[in-house]
């Protein structure tokens, strides 16, 4: 795991100017990789690349990036992991070429070097990468298939700029002041920003499943991977055999590293899952981080003790209190990339395992999304039902506009504002998963950005290749949620303090396997398929009713920060805001303080 960043001009311009701003950003990225550092700027001085270096993989300076081939033809930065780096590397030495590394950079390097773009379709891992073509003069850029790594850029007339974070390309002066007014909309309506919009107008973000060529100051975008469900016709014995033979896979190829790999343990059921398929991997001597608070609802550090010892681990518990909350924030707001509702749990976790000496960790995020563990696949179906039954009613457009404005709760005025457009799932799902009704999201976009924000309704942005209901709600949360907000944030606050994050069921062959099962099977209440296939999950666990990974936030920043969230209440288009719409912008208000 590492930091990256680039600048690729069309024509020679300010030198020393360029120099610079790679260098802050490069600076701005040291968090990301810690253990080393390396600058490079091509013969013809158009192009330069950057490098933070997290050491997991071949832990000499042969690691050091930006890495180039013998010839000096092409140049990678690189940030993530490959999984089947090792395949891979087999494949290449047949056929007679020889590594001077250990490091899955080095095969990404070769491998393009024999095959180009279509190299991404043979990748499996986490990975935002460049590679530079000194003779066909043209850069290459590629996202992994599911956005667990991030990568954002800047496009001017003359010149491409990326890196890993948006603060990095703030740092260096490249992208101007200017907010976005659609996609501020956006994180008011959902709580986080969705791809390929950032808060910021001039920068993108290269969407998951993507590549990007320049060449000549042109870009040319293509996607190489997207969700598909395509069920076959299989029983129950044979899902749960498919789903616990994928699982495996998946869990023993996250384990690929030169260094200890920890496991973040919840007490839920796919943080235990991870844990004790590690161990049915061949894993052993393990060591688990968990949280536990003061607020007996929302502790589930009890049930992870019990499950470590069960399993045998060396478990390891930060008790968390409104005081050790107060202590961190700070850090946590400074850290914040582009503001979210969530986040502040990953990173202090983060920072506990890496204090424990931990350089990286598995998390059990993906499993909800991929198992139906949300209460979404339950009842977002039955409101989009409800909804094409109400909308064709005579004057229901108008009576759904009344009541989104004064209902008393958000949740029914966000509800209510279906009817005022034709029904579909994603609107639906929108709904479920809001913060704000898309008037009062436009009204406060509009406050922040001094200017007028359309308020008609946003085209779907997710394309769902199922029929069925709960295929299209697992596609809208890995595609929305999981993407834009989980993978987002854990990205960022678990390399604020320098820790790799890997997410094993957040893997595109364990994605590609199970989305054969039908969503009947698949997607039973309980997440029913994953504890079957999971059977050392304890009772403990499985039987537990799901309360997610959460703080009491409200009650730990009453005191110290009560008054910023009075002032916040006091400006809300809404009369009784809830701690989430509160939240949302604390958040953002804290991020405007930086830009």
């Known amino acids: 795991m590492c930091g990256i960043a680039g600048i690729l001009t069309h024509r020679q311009a300010g030198e020393a100017r360029l120099d610079e701003a790679l260098a802050k950003m490069q600076e701005a990225l040291r968090r990301r990789g810690p253990d080393d550092a390396g600058l490079w700027h091509s013969k013809c001085k158009r192009v330069r690349l950057a490098h933070t270096r997290l050491a997991i993989l071949d832990l000499t300076p042969a690691g050091h990036q930006p890495m180039l081939t013998a010839d000096g033809r092409h140049c990678i930065v690189f940030n993530g992991e490959i999984y089947n780096f090792m395949e891979l590397r087999a494949e290449l030495e047949r056929g007679g070429v020889v590594f001077q590394t250990r490091t899955d950079t080095e095969v990404l390097l070769r491998l393009y070097e024999r095959d180009g773009s279509a190299m991404v379709e043979r990748l499996r891992g986490m990975f935002a990468l460049a590679v530079w073509d000194a003779q066909e003069q043209r850069a290459f850029l590629a996202r992994d298939p599911l956005g667990i790594k991030p990568l954002y850029y800047v496009q001017q007339e003359c010149m491409l700029a990326f890196a890993s974070e948006v603060r990095a390309l703030q740092k260096a002066g490249l992208t101007g002041h200017e907010l976005d ?10 709580g986080s920003v969705a791809e390929p919009q950032t808060l910021l107008k001039n920068v993108r973000s290269l969407p998951a499943g993507h590549t990007l060529t320049w060449a000549g100051g042109h870009t040319e975008m ?33 384990f690929v590293s030169d260094v200890p790999v920890g496991v973040f343990l919840s007490g ?36 992870a003790a019990r499950t470590a010892a069960h399993f045998g681990t060396r478990h390891h518990e930060l008790r968390l209190d409104a005081a050790a909350m107060s202590a961190s924030f700070p850090a946590f707001l400074a850290s914040v990339d582009q503001p979210s509702i ?9 920072a506990f395992a890496r204090a424990q000496g931990m350089k990286v960790v598995l998390s059990g995020l993906g499993g909800d999304e991929l198992f139906g563990g949300y209460p979404s696949f339950q009842r977002v179906p039955r409101l989009a039902r409800l909804v094409r039954r109400l909308h064709p009613v005579p004057g229901m457009p108008l009576c759904g506009a009344l009541l989104e404005r004064w209902l008393p709760r958000a949740p029914w005025r966000r509800a209510a504002g279906l009817l005022r457009h034709p029904p579909s799932m994603t609107r639906a799902w929108r709904a479920f998963r809001g913060v704000f009704t898309a008037p009062e999201a436009c009204a406060l976009a509009a406050r922040y950005t001094g200017g007028a924000v359309e308020t008609g309704p946003k085209p779907d942005d997710v394309e769902i290749s199922s029929a069925d209901e709960r295929d299209q709600i697992s596609a809208l949360e890995l595609g929305l949620y999981m993407r834009n907000q989980l993978l987002k944030d854990s990205d960022v606050m678990s390399m604020a303090h320098g820790l790799e994050l890997r997410v094993p069921l957040v893997d595109r062959c364990l994605f590609e396997a199970v989305a054969r099962i039908p969503a009947a099977l698949r997607l039973q209440p309980g997440k029913r398929l994953l504890v079957d296939a999971v059977p050392e999950i304890p009772r403990w666990i499985s039987q537990a009713p799901k309360r997610g990974f959460l703080f009491p936030y409200e009650k730990w920043l009453a005191s110290e920060w009560g008054g910023a969230f009075q002032e916040v209440a006091a400006r809300l288009p809404v009369a009784t805001p809830s701690w989430y719409q509160l939240w949302s912008v604390f958040m953002l208000e804290r991020w405007l303080e930086r830009v």
């Open 181 to 190: 007014g659609g996609a501020l909309r956006r994180y008011f309506e959902s």
């Open 222 to 254: 293509r996607p190489f991977w997207r969700f598909r469900f395509d069920a076959a016709d299989m029983g129950a014995e044979a899902a749960v055999s498919l789903t616990r033979d994928a699982l495996l896979d998946s869990v023993r190829h996250h």
């Open 268 to 303: 839920g059921i796919d943080s235990t899952a991870v844990l004790a398929l590690s161990i049915a991997a061949g894993q052993r001597d393990l060591e688990t981080f968990s949280i536990g608070v003061d607020d007996a609802g929302l502790d589930e550090s009890s049930a």
């Open 342 to 350: 969530d986040g502040f749990n990953t990173f202090t976790v983060a």
